[in-house]
């Protein structure tokens, strides 16, 4: 499964070795483009999976690229980078977060990593299918009740079971002649 791709537009000043590797090590594509770059790269190219603009270049108009890459992909969110002096930014669409120019490198990947769309499965296992409807038919689980050991039953002394007496092997066979005469 390909990597997905986190676009940063117009952050070129941010572009260190530092973070970039953190960020591919974090599992992202990372594709540093200006906002000229990006615009003509819209319908030409992959979809993002992550925006994250700085407006401290071209301002509200690098707000138009997010809105032109939401039309082809809805859900696709949002971050801008902004300065911690410059608090005041009128955003026209929604955005998903906001990360801090002056933030360490390290910050930012932990800061992606819910962004980061899961994978998705080619084949359905059982547990997908049925994982959630046991769980609701087996309700939460209940606690084990000791288990008493089964007291012996006391024994009875067994008495002798009367039989019919034997009778003996030549009564049997005269009974035996005497059917089979009368059935031929």
């Given at each position: 499964?390909?990597?997905?791709?986190?676009?940063?537009?117009?952050?070129?000043?941010?572009?260190?070795?530092?973070l970039a590797s953190a960020l591919e090590q974090e599992g992202w594509e990372v594709r540093w483009m200006t906002q000229s770059e990006a615009r003509y790269s819209v319908g030409q190219g992959p979809v993002p999976d992550l925006l994250l603009l700085d407006?401290?270049?071209?301002?509200?108009?690098?707000?138009?690229?997010?809105?032109?890459?939401?039309?082809?992909?809805?859900?696709?969110?949002?971050?801008?980078?902004?300065?911690?002096?410059?608090?005041?930014?009128?955003?026209?669409?929604?955005?998903?977060?906001?990360?801090?120019?002056?933030?360490?490198?390290?910050?930012?990947?932990?800061?992606?990593?819910?962004?980061?769309?899961?994978?998705?499965?080619?084949?359905?296992?059982?547990?997908?299918?049925?994982?959630?409807?046991?769980?609701?038919?087996?309700?939460?689980?209940?606690?084990?009740?000791?288990?008493?050991?089964?007291?012996?039953?006391?024994?009875?002394?067994?008495?002798?079971?009367?039989?019919?007496?034997?009778?003996?092997?030549?009564?049997?066979?005269?009974?035996?002649?005497?059917?089979?005469?009368?059935?031929?």
């Amino acid at each position: 499964m390909p990597r997905p791709l986190l676009l940063i537009v117009d952050g070129e000043s941010l572009k260190t070795p530092g973070l970039a590797s953190a960020l591919e090590q974090e599992g992202w594509e990372v594709r540093w483009m200006t906002q000229s770059e990006a615009r003509y790269s819209v319908g030409q190219g992959p979809v993002p999976d992550l925006l994250l603009l700085d407006p401290s270049r071209h301002g509200a108009s690098s707000f138009d690229l997010a809105a032109d890459l939401r039309r082809t992909k809805p859900d696709l969110p949002v971050l801008v980078i902004q300065d911690l002096k410059d608090p005041d930014l009128s955003v026209p669409l929604p955005l998903q977060g906001v990360l801090g120019r002056q933030d360490p490198v390290q910050t930012w990947p932990p800061a992606l990593r819910p962004f980061r769309p899961r994978p998705v499965k080619d084949k359905l296992d059982t547990e997908d299918i049925f994982g959630d409807i046991l769980a609701d038919l087996d309700g939460p689980p209940q606690p084990r009740r000791p288990t008493a050991p089964i007291p012996a039953l006391p024994r009875v002394p067994s008495s002798p079971i009367p039989t019919a007496p034997r009778t003996p092997t030549a009564t049997r066979r005269s009974r035996w002649r005497r059917w089979s005469s009368t059935c031929a």
